[in-house]
């Protein structure tokens, strides 16, 4: 069994949607819980970082983290065509070490 | 507008020659690692400098990869004798770290692309 679990998808949208990505964990020092949004051929790049539980929110993005059910969650408002990308979960137990999840193929149709 | 540099962007080469990949990190970042991309392993960390000095390369195949830091503005990534299950993406992404510490904010370049026929 993987550190990091993530459905790969892929999953599509109609314009406007609310898109919910979610991984889950097993390691329970995992304290620092980050997503990064990669688009076709390029590099990741951090989207959302989190430190321990609770919520957070950025214009359209929404990351809320339950340590106690190991489980973490990115939502996006309003899609738009320019949100199609691959999400990539990942966290840190605040060593150098990163565990990704597989990434979630995500197509907002226009 | 500070940016992880990756070159070659793309590679192609035949088995048995010697690949060597460079990464320039953003200025001031302390950290340095190496990533490989697969469609079916994802992310694999291949190693991980601090302040030029090597800390981890577990995630190597020794007899064949090294990685090398000859100052604060080069990180190199070599495969020699490539193989075709080489063929991946290569990324190489630098942040700012503690002492032992890394809060995973990470800056990626935009990979290189290698193709082993």
């Known amino acids: 069994q993987k550190e990091v679990e993530q459905d790969p998808g892929p999953l599509s949208v109609p314009e406007g949607a609310i898109v919910s990505l979610n991984c889950t964990y097993s390691n329970s020092a995992f304290q620092y819980f980050m997503w990064y949004r990669q688009y076709s051929r390029k590099g990741p790049e951090l989207l959302m970082y989190?430190?321990?539980?609770g919520n957070k929110e950025d214009g359209r993005f929404t990351a809320q983290v339950d340590k106690s059910s190991k489980y973490i969650s990115l939502f996006i408002r309003d899609s738009q065509p320019s949100d199609s990308a691959t999400y990539l979960c990942?966290?840190?137990?605040?060593?150098?070490?990163?565990?990704f999840g597989a990434g979630t193929t995500v197509t907002v149709r226009a | 507008d500070a940016r992880v540099t990756q070159t070659p962007r793309h590679k192609v080469t035949e088995m048995g020659q010697e690949v060597t990949m460079r990464c320039q990190p953003i200025?001031?970042?302390?950290?340095v690692f190496w990533y490989r991309q697969t469609m079916m392993q994802g992310l694999e960390l291949l190693a991980y400098?601090?302040?030029?000095?090597?800390?981890?390369d577990s995630g190597m195949p020794k007899d064949r990869f090294s990685a090398e830091m000859p100052d604060a503005t080069l990180a190199t990534l070599k495969i020699q004798p490539s193989e075709p299950r080489d063929s991946a993406v290569y990324f190489c992404a630098s942040g700012l770290g503690g002492m032992d510490s890394n809060t995973g904010e990470l800056f990626f370049g935009e990979g290189s692309r290698l193709t082993v026929l």
């Open positions: 989190t430190y321990s539980s």
């Open positions: 400098f601090r302040n030029r000095a090597p800390l981890d």
């Open positions: 200025l001031g970042h302390n950290t």
């Open positions: 990942a966290m840190s137990a605040g060593d150098y070490k990163l565990s």
